[in-house]
């Protein structure tokens, strides 16, 4: 699948801002995607709202096909990764994770972010609360005071 795009450049970055909410920088030959909310179907399942069980797997399978067509070295998660704590959705998670051993992954952590940071750190995702990257601040809500626009959710 050949994703469409719209390149951008800003602060002397070139971006490729994707149909599928997520941007490839070339510069850092990376993704980023923020409020992605993995196990959020999970989440809404055991609450008793129906919703399709394959639709988690859809949102990896999109995540699989970005990887692939741009072969990035990392992926920044801009916070809320997964909707809640733990479910099934996970499992389905760490198996995806396992398709991509080499790619580096950081998180920026959101106000959804609480599984324990134990999990994400055996799966070699790196954690933040915010990380200065290029002429880039990564962060999940803006900064009262900020002087420059957040990249993050």
């Known amino acids: 699948m050949i994703s469409a795009g719209t390149t951008f450049q800003f602060l002397d970055q070139d971006l490729l801002l994707l149909p599928q909410k997520a941007i490839y920088w070339k510069q850092q030959n990376a993704l980023i995607a923020a409020d992605v909310h993995f196990g959020k179907v999970g989440h809404f399942r055991k609450a008793g709202i129906a919703i399709p069980r394959n639709m988690e797997q859809d949102d990896l399978a999109v995540l699989s096909d ?88």
């Open 66 to 153: 970005l990887i692939y067509e741009h072969r990035p070295e990392k992926i920044y998660f801009l916070g809320d990764l997964f909707h809640s704590d733990m479910n099934n959705d996970w499992d389905w998670f760490v198996l995806w994770r396992s398709q991509f051993p080499k790619l580096e992954i950081i998180l920026i952590k959101g106000n959804h972010d609480i599984i324990s940071d134990q999990h994400y750190l055996k799966l070699g995702v790196t954690l933040y609360k915010e990380l200065a990257v290029g002429p880039f601040l990564m962060l999940h809500h803006p900064l009262p005071n900020a002087t420059q626009k957040a990249a993050g959710g």
